[in-house]
């Protein structure tokens, strides 16, 4: 079975700091792995994803994360903070041949001025 | 592309009621996911198509829930008779595959059931 762990509901940052969300995974076969970004009444879109090769992973708007076998991490991080970021964030595991996405609870992310 | 379409964006109704919410995917796409978003329980996969055909409905909260894919541009979530407990956003989503393929959701539909 499959699970996603987003530690912090809620993370607070000043525009300009760095952002870090985390997000740990259980999975028995080798995972892919999402971020997705939900603004406000929209949907869900996706920021980034790992499927196999590079571990760190480059997505839009200058986010990106890195994965971690040893520590089952796919944490998701920013240099610097804009106040556009704000948003919840959702980490995801899926896995070859499977249609299941399992959704982290997410992690609302607040910029601070 | 016009993305996935949903609609209608926003649906109050009265307990009782039946209330029909619609989905269309993008084009060329052959999976397509329902899901449910409440505060309470996060993200929650409802029922899940491919090729039309629906694969997986065990997460379709009971009898009063049924939904539909008559072909490959439109998909409706019915709920009748409605609850309040049913107030929650409603997401359509659609993969080209599965497994590492991203899932575009569409914009959801709020739904409140009074």
């Known amino acids: 079975a499959q699970s996603v762990t987003q530690l912090g509901s809620h993370v607070s940052v000043s525009e300009g700091a760095l952002v870090l969300l985390r997000c740990n995974y259980s999975?028995?076969?080798?995972?892919?792995l999402f971020w997705y970004v939900q603004y406000p009444n929209q949907g869900l879109q996706l920021l980034l994803k790992y499927t196999t090769g590079a571990t760190l992973v480059k997505g839009i708007n200058g986010f990106e994360a890195e994965f971690k076998k040893s520590e089952t991490s796919f944490h998701l991080t920013k240099p610097s903070a804009h106040m556009s970021d704000a948003a919840e964030y959702f980490c995801a595991v899926s896995s070859p041949g499977t249609y299941k996405y399992i959704f982290g609870t997410g992690t609302r992310l607040k910029v601070l001025a | 592309d016009a993305g996935v379409i949903q609609s209608p964006r926003h649906e109050v109704t009265e307990m009782g009621q039946e209330v029909t919410l619609r989905c269309k995917p993008i084009s060329g796409h052959n999976s397509l996911f329902w899901y449910r978003q409440t505060m309470m329980r996060g993200l929650e996969l409802l029922i899940y198509f491919n090729n039309n055909v629906p694969i997986d409905d065990s997460g379709m909260p009971e009898d009063r829930f049924s939904a539909k894919m008559p072909n490959a541009s439109f998909s409706t979530l019915k709920i009748q008779p409605s609850e309040p407990r049913d107030s929650a956003v409603y997401f359509c989503a659609s993969t080209l595959g599965i497994g590492a393929d991203t899932q575009y959701f569409g914009p959801g539909t709020r739904l409140t059931v009074l």
């Open positions: 999975s028995s076969v080798p995972p892919y």
